[in-house]
Nanobody, 122 residues
Framework: QVQLVESGGGLVQAGGSLRLSCTASGRTFSSVTMGWFRQAPGKEREFVAGISRSGITNYADSLKGRFTVSRDNDKNTVYLQMNSLEPEDTAVYYC????????????????WGQGTQVTVSS
């Protein structure tokens, strides 16, 4: 069993920045792949960014250059730095964990956090 707790969401004006954190417990953090996903009202959950256990990263094409994912294995935490935020980035952001290689499909992810709301005002 793995527990994931996200934090760092909130209300920000367009052009602003936020850093989300996701802290994991219950499993060897350094051995897992971490993903960030988001879901806006009325839309499907979509891949945002991910980082493998070896540090390989991947991003949704539309977010490259604005979002950065990183991890601190000593703190069992993965981060999502979000810059130049746009109203279209408004969503609930979730972190998730899986073994094996990084995937953009949410289906293979075994455990999910409760989500943190990000709201970007225009």
């Amino acid at each position: 069993q793995v527990q994931l707790v996200e934090s760092g969401g909130g209300l920000v004006q367009a052009g602003g920045s936020l850093r989300l954190s996701c802290t994991a417990s219950g499993r060897t953090f350094s051995s897992v792949t971490m993903g960030w996903f988001r879901q806006a009202p009325g839309k499907e959950r979509e891949f945002v960014a991910g980082i493998s256990r070896s540090g390989i990263t991947n991003y949704a094409d539309s977010l490259k250059g604005r979002f950065t994912v990183s991890r601190d294995n000593d703190k069992n935490t993965v981060y999502l730095q979000m810059n130049s935020l746009e109203p279209e980035d408004t969503a609930v952001y979730y972190c998730a964990v899986k073994g094996g290689i990084l995937r953009t499909d949410p289906t293979p992810y075994d455990y999910w956090g409760q989500g943190t709301q990000v709201t970007v005002s225009s």
